[in-house]
C-alpha cells in the first residue's frame, strides 16, 4: 500500500535553533500534502496546506513565518520551525492524498519535537 | 463549530467486555467520508476503516464493528471482546468532498484503557 515517510521521527533541540521535518510520499504523487500539529492527549490540528509550485496555505493563527513549509517537488513537502521554543514541542504528523475520489489519505508516522 | 464530536474523552474496560466509542459528525456536504483511527502511544495513525456517505451498510472486521447512521449524524465504533492490544486513543474524522485536497477534521479522540 502506499507509504508517507516523515523524517526524523524524533528531534531533541535547543531553543533558538531551527529544525526541519520531511514528509515524503514513497510511491505516489502528491499535489497536496498536509500538515498537523498533535499537543499531549490532545487531537490533530491542521496547521497548512503544503501545495506543490506554490504557497502553502496556513489556518489561522499558525504563523507561517514560525512554521515554514516548502512543497519542493510531488514527492516531498518540508516544514521548517525557525527559532524554535519549548512551546513549539508537539507531535507533528503529515499527510497525503492519493486518490482525491476516493478520498484515500495516507498519513505520515509522525515526529515528535523536543525543545529544550 | 465542531465538525466532529466524540463526547467520551476516556473510556476504560476490562478486557473482554465490548465497548462502544461514539462519534457524531457535522455536515452540509452531500458527499463526504468518515474515518476512524487508532493511535497507540508510539503515535503512528493506524486506519481502521474509511466510509463514504452513499454507503450505509454497516461494517464487521473481526473484532471490530462500525454503525454509520447518517440520520443522526453518527459514525460509532464497537469492539467486541476487547483486549490490552486495544489500549489507545480512538480518533474519528470527516473529509467533505468540497474541501481542499481532502482535508480532514479530527475528532479530539477517545483514550481506551483495556484492563487485564
Known amino acids: 500500500g502506499a507509504v508517507v515517510s516523515q523524517h526524523p521521527s524524533r528531534v531533541i533541540c535547543k531553543s533558538g535553533t531551527s529544525v526541519k521535518i520531511e514528509c515524503r510520499s514513497l510511491d505516489f504523487q502528491a499535489t497536496t500534502m498536509f500538515w498537523y500539529r498533535q499537543f499531549p492527549k490532545q487531537s490533530l490540528m491542521l496547521m497548512a496546506t503544503?501545495?506543490?509550485?506554490?504557497?502553502?496555505?496556513?489556518e489561522q493563527g499558525v504563523e507561517k513565518d514560525k512554521f515554514l513549509i516548502n512543497h519542493a517537488s510531488l514527492t516531498l513537502s518540508t516544514l521548517t520551525v525557525t527559532s524554535a521554543h519549548p512551546e513549539d514541542s508537539s507531535f507533528y504528523i503529515c499527510s497525503a492524498p492519493r486518490d482525491y475520489r476516493a478520498n484515500e489519505q495516507f498519513f505520515g508516522p509522525g515526529t515528535r519535537l523536543t525543545v529544550l | 463549530a465542531q465538525k466532529v464530536t466524540q463526547a467520551q474523552t476516556e473510556i476504560s474496560v476490562v478486557e473482554k467486555e465490548d465497548v462502544t466509542l461514539d462519534c457524531v459528525y457535522e455536515t452540509r456536504d452531500t458527499t463526504y467520508y468518515l474515518f476512524w483511527y487508532k493511535q497507540p502511544p508510539s503515535g503512528e495513525l493506524v486506519f481502521l476503516i474509511r466510509r463514504n456517505s452513499f454507503d450505509e451498510q454497516n461494517e464487521i472486521s473481526g473484532r471490530y464493528s462500525w454503525n454509520f447512521q447518517k440520520s443522526t449524524s453518527s459514525f460509532n465504533f464497537t469492539i467486541t471482546a476487547s483486549q490490552v492490544v486495544d489500549s489507545a486513543v480512538y480518533f474519528c474524522?470527516?473529509?467533505?468532498?468540497?474541501?481542499?485536497?481532502?482535508?480532514?477534521?479530527f475528532g479530539t479522540g477517545t483514550s481506551l484503557t483495556v484492563i487485564p
Open positions: 474524522a470527516l473529509s467533505e468532498e468540497g474541501s481542499t485536497g481532502n482535508q480532514f477534521y
Open positions: 503544503s501545495n506543490e509550485g506554490s504557497k502553502a496555505t496556513y
